[in-house]
């Protein structure tokens, strides 16, 4: 996942990872968190021929697939792109009663994929989880209902990335200890460096694998629409 798609990102990893994982991608706005994943997801099914599923919750489809190719992201035939914007729709002419339970529904969407793909449905990526909190009704028990739904993606021996905004000053605004619950975290954001400001990503946690903590840029609009760079120098 990790090698052979992002330029220079193999560069942060001693190993590549193995499903099933979570992992968890945090970023201030404008950190190209969407982008990211999209660029590593798109490039790793065009090579290895298998399938993936984005589930975008903060735009509608065709809005997500027109910023990718804006910024050189190759679109992939291997990858479906879907939104849930006909279901909220209809959930605001519904009685509280009767609203969807969207991890439910999520979790169908995946079984459904898994169905049509078997085994050759490798990855997932939810953009994103606070998108998705504030669809809930109920977060009582949050830690338990989102080690649940991890481990639905774990069951289903899938790679998968769930997005997470946060503010541009402090800590992501988690709600259920999911920095606990998931495999890894990748932090995208932007930093002053020699005079400008640069976007950064880093590497905080991944089970499993040797990797770098140091913050590396991040560039756009080029080699497929992503690229990383070195380490970030401060000042």
Known sequence: MFKNTIRGLDKLFKN???PPKVIMVTGSPGAMKSSFVYAL???YVENTKEYALYTTLEETVESHLENMEAVGIPLSMNMQVSDLTDLREMDQLLGEEDKTNYIDFIERMI???????????TV???D???????LMDDIGDLRKKMYYFFQTLRDNNLIAFVLMEKPLQGETQLLGHEGFLVDGIINLGMERSTRKIVRFLQVEKMRAVSHSMEK????VGVDGGIAILGPVLSG
């Open 16 to 18: 590549d990872i193995k």
């Open 111 to 121: 079984i459904h994929m898994k169905k049509k793909r078997g085994d050759k449905f």
């Open 216 to 219: 590396h840029a991040l560039v």
């Open 41 to 43: 997801i798109s490039r």
């Open 128 to 134: 994103s989880l606070g998108a998705l909190y504030s």
């Open 124 to 126: 997932f990526a939810l």
